[in-house]
Nanobody, 126 residues
Framework: QVQLVESGGGLVQTGGSLRLSCAASGGIFSTYAMGWFRQAPGKEREFVVAINWSGGSTYYADSVKGRFTISRDNAKNTVYLQMNGLKPEDTAVYYC???????????????????WGQGTQVTVSS
């Protein structure tokens, strides 16, 4: 069983930055594809970005491309989401997700992932 714990959320002004972390335990982290998703009040969970097991392939939603950067440190069992140029529409609960897979193309479909963290709130004020 894999446990995921997100941290790093908070309140930031428009244009500011935050760095989210997702620490994993209970599995072989280097064999998991990881994703970040977000959910705003009254909206469906939305794909943000995914990274393959090695960190060599990343896929971004168009809405965050050029502003957000995903990375992973397999030695620390942690995946990061650096968020720059934050906008009010980025306000949401951010979740990390994982699935055992050595695919180089982790999908954006949240149903593909079978482990989820509890989420961390990101609020961007205008």
């Amino acid at each position: 069983q894999v446990q995921l714990v997100e941290s790093g959320g908070g309140l930031v002004q428009t244009g500011g930055s935050l760095r989210l972390s997702c620490a994993a335990s209970g599995g072989i982290f280097s064999t998991y594809a990881m994703g970040w998703f977000r959910q705003a009040p009254g909206k469906e969970r939305e794909f943000v970005v995914a990274i393959n097991w090695s960190g060599g392939s990343t896929y971004y939603a168009d809405s965050v491309k050029g502003r957000f950067t995903i990375s992973r440190d397999n030695a620390k069992n942690t995946v990061y989401l650096q968020m720059n140029g934050l906008k009010p529409e980025d306000t949401a609960v951010y979740y990390c997700a994982a699935r055992y897979s050595v695919t180089n193309y982790p999908p954006s479909d949240p149903s593909w992932y079978n482990y989820w963290g509890q989420g961390t709130q990101v609020t961007v004020s205008s």
